[in-house]
């Protein structure tokens, strides 16, 4: 016989009592410096995938730690009671470097609180993410309702290189009903979400060469172009003068029907005094479903040892951001085949990919899509979820799409849009994560009871 389900209420109770504990061990977390870039050091995402391994065993789990040529993710499960669904909890251990020391207002891998968030690297994004599963987890204790299988990637932030490996490999082990993917955001402070699209990505270096060697600018200025000159031209042609993206054949589509006022996003993204928007469309649509390019970085001499000679090679590092529908193998041909057709004055162009990664789009209909949105709704005091796009890309989702066709894929998240993801003084809202973690405990009784 199946065990009654705890109630709203009860769930309620518990979550509260758990969360200074939860609170606690999220600081232990994230004051573990777990980056898998290559040059820091990887000792340190070993411990943390230790840390979070000695959590799920906490919570009654069967634990290993595993890996496939990359950094070690952590598997952690309980089978379901007679009758109920599987729920798959994805989380990642491993942070984003912190970037400029001096733009933070404090240790990055020592937590801090300031004014109701809580402010470390990887406190959002996405160590917060883990504890949510966490809490969730404890607030049932012996009687949870549903198998879980927790997945907790160890090198999202470099890319995921070895996760549909891992994938593969344990399979049979991971199998569920439905896929909760805790790496998203809510729509703002007291308004939760769910993300049903998608950005893809293609990374990708342009190197632009015109001479053998560096030449005195006085003797051959105003005759022989320099490379950084021809990058710079290069580079202005994959926009349009209104700023659209001008690179033939990408995909675009329409963004959901959500309203996103101007001064918000403004605000948001920190736009200067005076600084124009580019592009041109609803601004969703320029978020979410339209592709983007940025010029990330450029190898080239520094202002402060620049010598007056002309530069024979520059080089541009492209983060280009494609649309939902869109194929990051084709994209990337289109964007070589422009940037080559483009070389000015017969400059020499060489294009390299970095990385790639598809876009989805998410269904969001069916019982486990509407016991989310119960969960959220009852977390959030009756405010119901919105559904909404993201301009990032979780490349991954689409790979969980491939291998488990008939899961629902639940896109969720801690962040909020002042949560600083990726940036000095990332943060955390701590009402909010206290929501995230009721939300997602009662979402495991709700998908329960749907499944029966």
Avoid at 129 to 155: K, Q, S, T
Avoid at 207 to 229: I, K, N, Q, W, Y
Avoid at 275 to 289: A, E, H, M, P, S
């Amino acid at each position: 016989m199946t065990s009654p389900i705890m109630s709203e209420s009860e769930v309620r109770a518990v979550v509260e009592r758990e969360m200074p504990g939860v609170r606690a061990d999220l600081e232990r977390l994230v004051r573990i410096p777990g980056i898998a870039f290559d040059g820091f050091d990887h000792s340190h995402v070993e411990r943390s995938a230790e840390a979070v391994a000695e959590l799920l065993r906490g919570c009654g789990l069967d634990v290993e730690i595993v890996r496939s040529g990359g950094q070690p993710a952590v598997i952690g499960r309980r089978a379901a009671p007679p009758g109920a669904p599987t729920v798959l909890l994805y989380a990642h251990h491993d942070v984003q470097p912190v970037g400029d020391l001096s733009l933070w207002e404090s240790d990055p891998f020592e937590p801090v609180e300031r004014d109701g968030r809580l402010y470390a690297r990887g406190a959002a994004d996405d160590k917060a993410g883990i504890m949510a599963h966490v809490a969730a987890l404890r607030a049932y204790g012996d009687a949870l309702p549903v198998g879980v299988v927790l997945f907790i990637e160890g090198e999202e932030e470099y890319g995921s290189d070895s996760l549909e490996q891992l994938l593969i490999e344990h399979r049979d082990e991971i199998t569920s009903d439905v896929i909760v993917i805790a790496d998203s955001g809510n729509w703002d402070i007291g308004v939760p979400a769910l993300t049903t699209s998608l950005r893809g990505i293609v990374n990708c270096f342009v190197e632009v060469r015109t001479l053998d060697h560096a030449v005195h600018s006085g003797m051959f200025g105003g005759a022989v172009p320099d490379a950084l000159t021809a990058l710079v031209r290069l580079l202005a042609t994959l926009h349009d003068d209104a700023g659209n993206m001008a690179v033939d054949g990408l995909v675009g589509r329409e963004g959901a029907a959500v309203d996103y006022p101007e001064d918000r996003v403004r605000a948001e993204a920190g736009l200067a005094e005076g600084v124009q928007f580019i592009g041109t469309g609803r601004i969703t649509d320029r978020l979410w479903t339209k592709p983007s390019v940025a010029v990330l970085g450029i190898d080239a001499p520094s202002t402060s040892e620049a010598p007056n000679a002309l530069v024979p090679t520059a080089k541009a590092k492209l983060n280009v951001r494609l649309a939902p529908g869109d194929d990051p193998k084709r994209a990337y041909a289109a964007i070589r085949a422009h940037l080559e057709k483009h070389a000015p004055w017969g400059a020499q162009v060489t294009v390299t990919l970095e990385h790639d990664g598809y876009p989805c789009v998410i269904d969001a209909s069916g019982p486990m899509f509407d016991a989310a949105r119960s969960a959220f709704r009852a977390a959030w005091d009756g405010t119901d979820p919105v559904d909404i796009g993201v301009g990032g890309s979780i490349p991954f989702i689409a790979t969980f799409q491939e291998m488990f066709p008939e899961a629902a894929i639940l896109v969720t998240g801690v962040e909020d849009p002042h949560a600083r993801a990726h940036g000095p003084n990332e943060s955390l809202h701590l009402g909010e994560f206290a929501r995230v973690c009721l939300a997602e405990a009662l979402l495991l009784g709700k998908v329960a009871a749907a499944g029966r």
